[in-house]
């Protein structure tokens, strides 16, 4: 499997950002991808994810109401559109994802630890400065 993000850059507090992972080589049709975030000098931080079906989809309490995890099936991607970004939003942003051999359900909690995703990918910067 390989996940390719991207969609960083630099925008004003208030502004919008929307950020892609490229997903490929899938063996099973049941996975998981998450974003989690990075700021310099603290822990990675997940904040959302979703199912492979769509139906489950988690965020933190930091970006709800804010940002918006999304899926599209035929191009195998996953957005997350970002808007009323905050200086705090400012950190390098990764997908990562784990496979499974059935379909995940989640609510109010995220499926899975950070350690338990099995691929990453590179990760985008998003900085948020005026």
């Known amino acids: 499997v390989q996940l390719q993000a991207s969609g960083g850059g630099l925008v004003q507090p208030g502004g919008s950002l929307r950020l892609s992972c490229a997903a490929s080589g899938f063996t099973s049709n049941y996975y998981v991808i998450a974003w989690f975030r990075q700021a310099p000098g603290k822990e990675r931080e997940a904040i959302s994810c979703?199912?492979?079906?769509?139906?489950?989809?988690y965020y933190a309490d930091s970006v709800k109401g804010r940002f918006t995890i999304s899926k599209d099936n035929y191009q195998n991607t996953v957005y997350l559109q970002m808007n009323s970004l905050k200086p705090e939003d400012t950190a390098v942003y990764y997908c990562a994802t784990k496979q499974s051999d059935f379909q995940v359900s989640f609510g109010p909690w995220p499926p899975y630890t950070s350690h338990e995703y099995e691929v990453w990918g590179q990760g985008t910067l998003v900085t948020v400065s005026s």
């Open positions: 979703i199912s492979s079906s769509g139906a489950s989809t």
